[in-house]
């Protein structure tokens, strides 16, 4: 049995797990409050506070940290690579904590991962963290050589559910071509050929669908008009198109169970808003198909979003002429990241090279 210690940071928040081999034995939130973390300057400051809380947290749980054999953290922003499990160390440890490639929380989970798991002299893992880019050559072409088409999407989970899919169906993820639809506050849909995302819809900034707070891809031309006529600066035309777009534009809620329970209630415009998501989500899928060649082995729809019956009801009809749709409602990133430093600790694949 490998027992191991799994670290997700957010920005106002800390998830822990502990698992034996995949089994979680402990899931637990520590919240931080905006005047705790208010105090330090960066998140890399953070570092302490977070790592004595962790720590506390086990000791009030009488795990020993001793009892560890690998410590995993949330894959934070570094240079773009493939898919797969990193041991945090040398450069990708740098990159981590320099935050040359962008700043995020999930930048400490690498670094907290190392940390404590020199405490106990065990090697410290992330996995496929947001920046996985395994696109093809002609995937990058936008258009315009200034503008290349790059690979950020929800990396952690979209692979563990075409793992899980492949397990469950008794073959191997690297065998299979699927389309993985994450629907959540950003929403992906990508083209799996062979245990590769070959091409994907950018999950952050103007690309495929729009998301519950996501603008998506918009009218060049007409973005172009209203970023010299609004007045608007740089910065509150991002936070337009990645905070207030989306459902949040249309009906004033990031949530799509409210938009559902406007739906039930008779609200026509809300269906319209849902029923036009669910449109730009099947075009997506759609391309992806044509990526793919038209071998497509099974969509899965995955995130938050797909619990909700409506939407997979939907989705289904327009593309299972596509291949066939699984629906794994919500998204298990603790469980995804012990899976990671499993398959390498026990023999299943080496770990990658930064």
Do not use: W
Request: contains cysteine; negative net charge.
């Amino acid at each position: 049995m490998i027992r191991s210690l799994i670290i997700n940071p957010g920005s106002t928040s800390t998830k822990i797990g502990v698992f034996e081999d995949e089994t979680q034995v402990l899931d637990k939130t520590l919240r931080h409050e905006a005047d705790e973390i208010g105090q330090f300057a960066t998140v890399f400051d953070q570092t302490e506070f977070r790592k004595q809380i962790i720590l506390s947290a086990l000791k009030e749980q009488g795990i020993e940290l001793s009892s560890f054999q690998v410590i995993v953290g949330r894959g934070g922003v570094v240079k773009p690579i493939p898919g797969g499990t990193y041991e945090v160390k040398g450069q990708l440890l740098e990159d981590l904590k320099s935050g040359e490639y962008g700043v995020h929380a999930s930048n400490l989970g690498g670094i907290l991962a190392r940390e404590i798991a020199d405490e106990i002299d065990v090697p410290a893992y992330i996995v496929d963290p947001v920046v996985v880019d395994e696109l093809i050559p002609i995937a990058r072409y936008s258009g315009l050589p200034e503008f290349p088409r790059k690979s950020i999407f929800h990396a952690l989970n979209q692979k563990a559910m075409g793992r899980r899919y492949a397990k469950e169906n008794g073959t191997r993820y690297e065998d299979l071509n699927l389309i993985v639809v994450h629907m959540g506050g950003g929403c992906s849909v990508a083209a799996h050929e062979k245990g590769r995302v070959i091409d994907v819809f950018n999950a952050l900034d103007g690309d495929g669908a729009f998301s519950p707070e996501r603008s998506g891809a918009l009218p060049v031309g007409q973005l172009i008009h209203y970023c010299f006529t609004s007045g608007k600066t740089e910065q509150e035309m991002r936070k337009m198109i990645v905070g207030k777009a989306g459902f949040n534009a249309y009906l004033n809620t990031i949530d799509a169970r409210i938009v559902d329970e406007k739906m039930q209630e008779g609200d026509a415009y809300a269906k319209e808003v849902f029923d036009a998501f669910i449109f730009q989500i099947c075009k997506n899928i759609g391309a992806e198909a044509a990526v793919l060649c038209g071998k497509v082995d099974q969509i899965i729809l995955t995130g938050g979003i797909a619990y909700d019956k409506y939407v997979g009801e939907e989705i289904t009809k327009r593309v299972s002429f596509i291949a066939p749709v699984t629906i794994y409602g919500g998204e298990d990133e603790l469980l995804a990241l012990a899976q990671g430093a499993l398959r390498v600790l026990n023999g299943e694949e080496a770990a990658k090279e930064y």
